[in-house]
């Protein structure tokens, strides 16, 4: 779960730093031929030194790997791109197949696909800090029970301590799961949850553009928060029902609809609800834990 967890969360400020990088490179390409794409790659990783494979999944086909570019530290994340549909004509007429076993009507081969039915989706992070080594280094998982006391003594000066925002729009979570602090200054926090609902979050107005850039109707979709979140700022996830997305498993997810009712039959639900959740073994939070004795 932590791989695939990892895979989904790299932040949009890397993902701007890969883009600004790979515009460096084209600059740099003193080629002057069309196709860019292949220097700015080769641009990118050509000076790329391995240290180690921080994990990797066979069944997700993903590998995240430690070293460096030039003298900074980097982690590139190598993914099989999926098969599409519309390129299947193309991938049995252009492929090679080389024969591996053949059992009665069962047969094995190694297919070769054309180059560019066969590319390799490449995530850079460079410079990368010692919190990106470890948000994609293989870890163990351990599953935190923790009561609305646990949340009052122990999670929420935790968060406080780290100088996570808790401004607006930000969740405090479970003493209230969905108590919202407001104002710029201010950390009081609502206690009149009325104006948490579906309307609040426009949930209607995503469901609708989904439905039209994906012909997705809301039915097909699961729509569910996270506790414990990768960031403390209210977000909803909206993924296709059906996609084994990471961390939409029942120890971290939790469906929209269900939140909002149990909000709606007691606004103090949560503040008193014992919630459970899994911690990695190398997060400040569950050190946490174990020195209180709740682990």
Same mark, same amino acid.
């Given at each position: 779960?932590?791989?695939?967890?990892?895979?989904?969360?790299?932040?949009?400020?890397?993902?701007?730093?890969?883009?600004?990088?790979?515009?460096?490179?084209?600059?740099?390409?003193?080629?002057?031929?069309?196709?860019?794409?292949?220097?700015?790659?080769?641009?990118?990783?050509?000076?790329?030194?391995?240290?180690?494979?921080?994990?990797?999944?066979?069944?997700?086909?993903?590998?995240?790997?430690?070293?460096?570019?030039?003298?900074?530290?980097?982690?590139?994340?190598?993914?099989?791109?999926?098969?599409?549909?519309?390129?299947?004509?193309?991938?049995?007429?252009?492929?090679?197949?080389?024969?591996?076993?053949?059992?009665?009507?069962?047969?094995?081969?190694?297919?070769?696909?054309?180059? $560019?039915?066969?590319?390799?989706?490449?995530?850079?992070?460079?410079?990368?800090?010692?919190?990106?080594?470890?948000?994609?280094?293989?870890?163990?998982?351990?599953?935190?029970?923790?009561?609305?006391?646990?949340?009052?003594?122990?999670?929420?000066?935790?968060?406080?301590?780290?100088?996570?925002?808790?401004?607006?729009?930000?969740?405090?979570?479970?003493?209230?799961?969905?108590?919202?602090?407001?104002?710029?200054?201010?950390?009081?926090?609502?206690?009149?949850?009325?104006?948490?609902?579906?309307?609040?979050?426009?949930?209607?107005?995503?469901?609708?553009?989904?439905?039209?850039?994906?012909?997705?109707?809301?039915?097909?979709?699961?729509?569910?928060?996270?506790?414990?979140?990768?960031?403390?700022?209210?977000?909803? $996830?909206?993924?296709?029902?059906?996609?084994?997305?990471?961390?939409?498993?029942?120890?971290?997810? $939790?469906?929209?609809?269900?939140?909002?009712?149990?909000?709606?039959?007691?606004?103090?639900?949560?503040?008193?609800?014992?919630?459970?959740?899994?911690?990695?073994?190398?997060?400040?939070?569950?050190?946490?834990?174990?020195?209180?004795?709740?682990?």
């Amino acid at each position: 779960m932590a791989t695939v967890a990892a895979k989904r969360e790299i932040s949009s400020a890397e993902n701007d730093e890969l883009s600004r990088e790979a515009k460096r490179a084209k600059a740099d390409d003193k080629n002057g031929e069309e196709g860019g794409n292949e220097s700015e790659w080769e641009n990118v990783l050509s000076t790329f030194t391995a240290s180690s494979v921080l994990s990797d999944s066979a069944r997700e086909k993903i590998m995240f790997v430690h070293g460096k570019i030039a003298d900074h530290d980097a982690v590139v994340v190598l993914e099989k791109t999926p098969i599409r549909e519309d390129s299947l004509a193309e991938l049995f007429r252009g492929s090679k197949l080389r024969l591996e076993l053949r059992n009665d009507i069962y047969s094995s081969y190694r297919l070769q696909a054309p180059p $560019h039915l066969n590319e390799i989706k490449t995530t850079v992070v460079c410079p990368a800090t010692e919190k990106h080594v470890k948000k994609y280094k293989r870890q163990e998982s351990f599953l935190v029970e923790e009561t609305g006391e646990d949340y009052r003594s122990i999670t929420l000066p935790y968060i406080q301590e780290q100088s996570l925002s808790l401004q607006a729009s930000v969740l405090n979570l479970p003493s209230s799961l969905f108590r919202f602090t407001v104002g710029s200054k201010s950390n009081e926090l609502i206690s009149d949850l009325k104006q948490f609902s579906t309307k609040t979050l426009m949930v209607s107005l995503i469901q609708e553009a989904i439905l039209q850039r994906y012909n997705l109707p809301a039915s097909k979709l699961r729509v569910y928060l996270h506790y414990q979140p990768s960031y403390y700022h209210l977000h909803v $996830h909206f993924t296709k029902l059906g996609y084994d997305a990471p961390g939409c498993g029942v120890e971290r997810a $939790h469906l929209l609809s269900d939140v909002i009712q149990n909000l709606q039959t007691d606004p103090q639900f949560y503040k008193s609800r014992t919630l459970h959740f899994p911690l990695r073994a190398d997060d400040g939070l569950l050190r946490r834990f174990k020195e209180a004795g709740r682990l």
